[in-house]
């Protein structure tokens, strides 16, 4: 059998695969193994989401990770396509950590929209219209006229008169009994 001997570039060969893979195993960072880990900044995605409100902020999270936080490529991305690709299921973001949890329970809380009559000031057009419901169908004027205002003015009327046609409708439904 034959001397085996090692020579010098085969010796060198597994010195330096060994300290690689030393250097690997023990030196490396976490944070940059695993892409998992990286967290997207919440403004990040609250500006994107404020050029673009019909994106899914999962979606935006989703390319802010894949991208490495780079708020162009995501801005460019859905220029050119419209939409961001879907996340995968497995996708799961982490939610920011609530500050004020007090001031995050009260906003919930939406004010009330006042209805069409005061919003459109109609509440003098009320007892005008139970007046003409008993005279019968109201008096058409024209269609469309080529004036600007007068168009206007009918759109107005026409409004006007369909939000009182349909609060009639609907006292006229809660006065008959249901069967």
């Not at 509440?123 to 005008?128: C, L, P, V």
């Not at 469309?144 to 006229?172: C, G, P, T, V, Y």
């Amino acid at each position: 059998m034959p001397d085996q001997t090692l020579n010098v570039p085969s010796l060198f060969l597994v010195v330096l695969v060994t300290s690689l893979a030393i250097r690997y195993f023990f030196f490396s960072p976490r944070s940059s193994v695993s892409p998992r880990g990286r967290q997207v900044d919440p403004a990040q995605v609250d500006q994107i989401a404020t050029m673009f409100p019909q994106a899914d902020r999962r979606a935006i999270q989703w390319d802010l990770q894949r991208n490495g936080g780079s708020v162009a490529a995501t801005t460019e991305r859905m220029l050119s396509r419209g939409f961001l690709d879907t996340p995968p299921p497995s996708f799961q973001p982490q939610l920011p950590p609530l500050s004020n949890p007090p001031a995050a329970a009260a906003s919930p809380v939406k004010p009330s929209l006042p209805d069409l009559i005061t919003r459109y000031n109609l509440k003098s057009k009320i007892s005008d219209s139970n007046e003409l419901e008993g005279e019968g169908a109201s008096v058409k004027g024209p269609v469309w006229s080529n004036n600007r205002d007068e168009r206007q003015e009918l759109l107005k009327q026409r409004r006007e008169e369909m939000i009182l046609k349909a609060r009639r409708r609907m006292e006229d439904k809660e006065r008959t009994p249901a069967p």
